[in-house]
Nanobody, 117 residues
Framework: QVHLVESGGGWVQAGGSLKLSCAASGSIFGINTMGWYRQAPGKQRELVATVTSSGRTNYIDSVKGRFIISRVNAENTVYLQMNSLNPLDTAVYYC???????????WGQGTQVTVSS
């Protein structure tokens, strides 16, 4: 079992920045992928960015060049630095942990990010 606790969401004006944090605890397997999803009202949940335990990252096109995902393995924490935010980034952001080897998957509680125009 893995428990994820998110923090850092809030309200920001367009062009501003926010940094999300997600701390994992519990039965964490060293080889895993952590990432961020987001879901806006009336929209499907979409993958935003991922980072593997080896440091490989992936981003959806709409956030490339603006968002940076990083992690500190020793702390089991993943971050999402969000820059140049625009109203289309408004959504609930969910942290995700995946470890197929241990068949362990977890979601964070979600944190609201609201970007005004």
């Amino acid at each position: 079992q893995v428990h994820l606790v998110e923090s850092g969401g809030g309200w920001v004006q367009a062009g501003g920045s926010l940094k999300l944090s997600c701390a994992a605890s519990g039965s964490i397997f060293g080889i895993n992928t952590m990432g961020w999803y987001r879901q806006a009202p009336g929209k499907q949940r979409e993958l935003v960015a991922t980072v593997t335990s080896s440091g490989r990252t992936n981003y959806i096109d709409s956030v490339k060049g603006r968002f940076i995902i990083s992690r500190v393995n020793a702390e089991n924490t993943v971050y999402l630095q969000m820059n140049s935010l625009n109203p289309l980034d408004t959504a609930v952001y969910y942290c995700r942990y995946e470890s197929p080897y241990s068949s362990t998957y977890a979601w964070g509680q979600g944190t609201q990010v609201t970007v005004s125009s």
